[in-house]
């Protein structure tokens, strides 16, 4: 039998043009539960709903909080989507949701990924102004998540900056990674040409600053395809949308990683 979801549009109280929509843990969890931001990819373009509305009924069942973040994008540039995840970040941790939340993480794909993983380096840009000890996340997963600008063709770096184009390594998280920075779980797959050599990157920047580090590189699937699980939301279909039963079974390691990190206790 299907499982019923509860979904909660939740604006955010800043000037910031931005939206969560909420999937509380499902009704059998008890207590304290901990907290997801969601953040999906789609190269600031566009809010892939199989990253965002997936991950979340899956947190969900897991007994886990989920906050999906439609964060600002293109024409709009850094630092734009940056401080719309961080005040989604603010908003579970201080927001009028009525949840009793425990441990606050983050999860990113792709583009959104880049976002987490700024969210976890606690990163101040050169172009911002009057802020000080921004938020962080206190776990993190990363799939097939940006670490690093220069693993991207040039091309695309600058059309994706524009004229941000001179502050690339502020932008790239993983040259940014510290003892400071939270547990996290990174996967990819090996058919994936962006995702395996930034997955690559941050476990390697995350285990040479001493992070706890759980990395799982999956041999099918293309980049952007999610749970694998062959399921479209949203009601539109997505070109990276696929089945990939093994690769489908990383929600099942992350799940074991969650506990092994004590973030879940059943």
């Known amino acids: 039998m299907e499982a019923s979801y509860r979904k909660v549009a939740t604006a955010i109280p800043t000037p910031i043009s931005q939206k969560i929509t909420l999937y509380p843990a499902e009704d059998r969890f008890f207590g304290p539960r901990p907290a997801v931001l969601v953040l999906p990819g789609g190269g600031f373009r566009e809010l892939p709903p199989h990253e965002g509305e997936g991950y979340a009924r899956w947190l969900s069942g897991l007994g886990i909080h989920a906050f ?3 964060y600002r ?4 540039r850094f630092p734009a989507p940056l401080e719309d995840a961080r005040a989604g970040l603010d908003h579970i941790r201080n927001g009028d949701h009525g949840l009793n939340v ?44 940006l670490a690093d600008l220069d693993l991207l063709p040039p091309p695309v770096v600058e059309k994706l900056l524009g004229d941000l184009l001179p502050i690339k390594d502020e932008l790239s998280p993983a040259k940014h990674v510290d003892a400071s920075v939270c547990p996290t779980f990174v996967w990819a797959t090996a058919q994936d040409p962006p ?7 941050w476990t390697r920047a995350l285990a040479a600053a001493a992070v706890p580090v759980e990395l799982h590189v999956y041999p099918g699937g293309s980049h952007g395809i999610g749970l ?7 009601g539109e279909p997505h070109k990276f949308i696929a089945r990939e039963p093994h690769t489908a079974s990383w929600t099942t390691a992350c799940a074991a990683w969650l506990r092994r990190e004590g973030v879940l206790v059943d």
């Open 68 to 70: 999906v973040l439609s």
């Open 73 to 76: 994008l293109l024409p709009d």
């Open 102 to 145: 425990g441990r606050i993480g983050v999860v990113g794909s792709s583009a959104g990924g880049q976002l987490a993983g700024l969210l976890m380096t606690g990163r101040v840009l050169s172009i911002e102004e009057g802020v000080a000890d921004p938020p962080r996340p206190d776990f993190a997963i990363l799939a097939y998540a």
């Open 195 to 201: 995702g395996l050599p930034n997955a690559l990157e």
């Open 228 to 234: 694998a699980d062959g399921v479209e939301y949203g």
